[in-house]
């Protein structure tokens, strides 16, 4: 269900913007309101997961989705679809993680790599299939069948997880969970998205647009010291005494920032000015997700054998070189020739990196904190997505309704596409320096010590293109 709406969403929005006469900021809100809540939240989720029942919270975020999509489908306009978004991205946060977790604490260690696998597979169909489903939805009626779709997904999704799945909780957990820290993490981002957001059309100068940045900057800098000295941190500062755990989330960062302003500009580039229908732009990408399904497990266990550095820095190269390749998806040009060149380099640059840069950070991470370290990596993709959708159409020099026109929406593309590709390039210089032997066992002592029950980097069959997969190591002790 998260991973349909993922890809339905960005293939609707064309229709959104038209039918609710939303502006390019409206429809930067609309995918940054989700965005938001989910990055600024997923962390305390799954620990929630861990202390209050895995089923439980997993059950909670699911009818909290299912109820936040019914608000979308049905909005008036784009002020209350902007505010269901938010709420969507809350439901999103909490069953994110959680469903990792319940596959991980309900199996034994012999099935477990099984289970993985087919969440794993059942993922990438989701993320192969929703944009075709997407285009089909708008087109058959209307734009809100994207998020009403979702409505019976989840009643199924309740059903089923109240009938067959157990209870589970951390019993050695302790504390108590840092609402505080999440608190000044969430409203630092909404202030500094906001203020990026806002500056383009209101003017670097405004009062809403400096109280919004500097409320964010504020609450990121407690949220930082809080972590840095409180007693139970959310996010614990030893991890980044790691210079290999510091430089694959800077990778990640980049990487995912690149990929969440180049996906969102190619659905609005093919139907605005190359005249593509819904279907037709959402199966315009299709090759990426193909690609990744038939190539991601095999990267992650060359990077298993060899080691991750090279395939980090030739990935986001080879991404970099796809983005450059899609500058020619302009009026006129053909699929052929203008779009599949680009989209094929870009597959193979994703299915190079993705698994490996996830394999990585949790390798590099102490055993005890594989999950906050999973989390972490999640949260840094969601993040660089959220600020490229605010900061690019600004650089790009889309506002208002200018996306409407064709001739102004492709010099935009073919500018976003360069800041883009240069961003993925830097994240893979960056990998220069990542430890080459973190995958091949030359760990700390203590993460020899114990068998190591997370998932390796050849079992992730699918890679998600919207964000990293969220794997958590199950707790030591649970209950049914």
């Not at 990055?39 to 029942?53: C, E, K, P, Q, T």
């Not at 991890?239 to 990778?251: D, E, H, I, M, S």
């Not at 090279?310 to 040009?333: F, K, N, S, T």
Request: aromatic share 6%.
């Amino acid at each position: 269900m998260a991973m349909l709406d993922g890809t339905i969403v960005n293939v609707a929005l064309p229709r959104i913007g038209a039918e609710l006469g939303a502006s390019v900021t409206g429809l930067q809100w609309i995918l940054d309101g989700y965005l938001l809540s989910l990055a600024s939240l997923i962390l305390i989720a799954g620990s929630l997961g861990d202390r209050y029942g895995r089923r439980r919270v997993f059950l909670f975020g699911v009818m909290w989705f299912g109820t936040a999509s019914l608000l979308c489908g049905l909005a008036p306009n784009t002020q209350t679809l902007v505010a269901a978004r938010v709420l969507q991205g809350v439901g999103g946060a909490l069953l994110t993680p959680g469903s990792l977790a319940i596959l991980q604490s309900s199996f034994v260690r012999e099935d477990r790599a099984r289970a993985i696998g087919a969440w794993s597979g059942l993922s990438g169909i989701a993320a192969a299939i929703g944009p075709l489903v997407g285009g089909l939805l708008v087109q058959a009626w209307s734009w809100r069948l994207a998020f009403l779709v979702n409505l019976p997904v989840a009643a199924f999704c309740v059903w089923l997880t109240r009938r067959h799945v157990p209870e589970s909780r951390d019993l050695e957990m302790t504390g108590r969970p840092d609402v505080l820290g999440a608190v000044l993490g969430a409203v630092g981002l909404a202030g500094v998205t906001a203020a990026l957001v806002e500056a383009p059309a209101r003017g670097i100068g405004d009062p809403v647009v400096l109280l919004a940045g500097g409320v964010g900057l504020l609450a990121l800098i407690s949220f930082g010291l809080l972590q840095a000295k409180g007693a139970d941190p959310t996010v614990p500062p030893e991890l980044f005494a790691n210079r290999t755990f510091v430089l694959a989330n800077a990778l990640t960062f980049l990487v995912y920032a690149a990929l969440g302003g180049v996906m969102v500009l190619l659905v609005l580039q093919l139907q605005v000015s190359l005249g593509y229908a819904p279907t037709a732009a959402g199966l315009a990408g299709l090759p990426i997700t193909i690609i990744m399904l038939l190539l991601s497990a095999r990267s992650g266990r060359l990077a298993q054998r060899v080691g991750p550095r090279w395939q980090l820095v030739v990935g986001p190269l080879l991404i970099a070189a796809g983005m450059l390749l899609l500058r020619m998806a302009a009026p006129g040009a053909s699929y052929l020739t203008g779009v599949l060149p680009g989209v094929l380099v870009f597959g193979l640059g994703l299915a190079a990196v993705v698994a490996p840069v996830t394999a990585t950070v949790l390798a590099a991470a102490p055993d005890r904190h594989a999950g906050v370290a999973s989390g972490v990596n999640n949260a840094v993709a969601r993040t660089g997505s959220l600020l490229a959708v605010a900061i690019l159409p600004a650089v790009a020099g889309l506002s208002g309704a200018q996306y409407k026109d064709p001739s102004v929406l492709t010099a935009g593309w073919r500018t976003a596409l360069l800041v883009c590709a240069a961003a993925a390039a830097i994240g893979g210089l960056l990998a220069l320096g990542v430890d080459n032997n973190t995958l091949r066992g030359e760990q700390a002592p203590e993460a020899e010590a114990a068998p190591d029950d997370r998932p390796h980097p050849g079992e992730c069959m699918h890679c998600g293109v919207e964000g990293p997969p969220t794997h958590v190591r199950p707790a030591q002790h649970t209950q049914s």
